[in-house]
């Protein structure tokens, strides 16, 4: 059973975007790929959503090296040419 109509689509997009992240990981290189987030919405908290995000990154198998670097590093690194 799921909690809310619709949710046994987004439970396949969810494990489907893990597979993609892995995926990119292994073909492209965490130096190439950037992790971002659209929480933040009411009932959708941005703190509580990215540790889960990450969690759920970690049990996938995704390094915590990759992770910072997703997450940390090519962020600072892009931002850092803007200024």
Not at 32 to 60: C, M, V, Y
Request: glycine content about 8%; hydrophobic content about 40%.
């Amino acid at each position: 059973m799921v909690p809310w109509p619709g949710m046994q689509d987004w439970v396949i997009a969810f494990q489907y975007s893990f597979d993609l992240i892995k995926e990119l990981i292994r073909e492209k290189g965490p130096e190439h790929l950037l992790i971002i987030s659209d929480a933040g919405q009411p009932g959708n908290e941005h703190e509580g959503s990215i540790r889960n995000f990450i969690k759920t990154l970690l049990a996938q198998g995704i390094s915590e090296q990759d992770i910072n670097m997703m997450f940390k590093e090519n962020p600072r690194r892009i931002l850092g040419k803007i200024e």
